[in-house]
């Protein structure tokens, strides 16, 4: 089951982008971000793919709309860091992209596509877009049914207004 506008938003802790100084992967909890502001979850199927590339570049071309908004923006895929950093790095997101490796976030928010429906890969996040406001509660989500289509323009900016 996937969360719903004003459900409570279920606590999470994720690794992100690579620390050199510390030589690990630095971690992202939903509830401490939320101290600061707002999130907007973007989750994704796979790194390395052309939809998945047109909605986080989305997200980085247009960064200033959500943090004029007072914005958090996380994308989020059920894949290991390792996975998930040189791709992040080559378009240079501006954003944290948290691996969701164990799959229990993508569950939790927006629920896992059928190997049938991605690329014939195992359990890979569903598209979505879930936004928090600063109390904890859901006050948009998309999710999209198929994993070739990124989300609208006008789903982000709802998304972004919910909680802005």
């Given at each position: 089951?996937?969360v719903?506008?004003?459900?409570e ?5 994720l690794p ?9 992967y630095?971690?992202h ?18 790194p390395?793919?052309?939809?998945c590339?047109e ?8 960064v ?9 923006v996380?994308?989020?895929?059920a894949h ?17 992209i948290?691996?969701?490796?164990d ?8 629920g896992?596509?059928?190997p ?12 979505g877009?879930?936004a928090?406001?600063?109390e904890?509660?859901?006050?948009h989500?998309?999710i999209?049914?198929?994993p070739?289509i990124?989300?609208?323009?006008d ?5 972004i207004?919910?909680?802005?």
């Amino acid at each position: 089951m996937t969360v719903g506008v004003r459900d409570e938003a279920p606590d999470f802790e994720l690794p992100g982008r690579f620390d050199r100084d510390s030589g690990h992967y630095r971690r992202h909890r939903l509830s401490a971000s939320l101290e600061d502001g707002p999130v907007i979850l973007h989750f994704f199927p796979a790194p390395f793919t052309s939809t998945c590339e047109e909605q986080m570049c989305a997200v980085r071309d247009n960064v200033d709309s959500y943090l004029d908004a007072g914005v958090t923006v996380w994308g989020i895929t059920a894949h290991a860091p390792s996975i998930i950093r040189p791709w992040a790095r080559r378009h240079r997101f501006g954003v944290p992209i948290l691996a969701d490796y164990d799959r229990g976030v993508s569950l939790a928010y927006v629920g896992l596509y059928e190997p049938r429906e991605h690329l014939g890969v195992a359990l890979c996040s569903k598209r979505g877009v879930i936004a928090i406001g600063s109390e904890g509660v859901v006050r948009h989500v998309w999710i999209g049914d198929d994993p070739d289509i990124a989300p609208p323009e006008d789903e982000i900016t709802q998304a972004i207004s919910s909680v802005a």
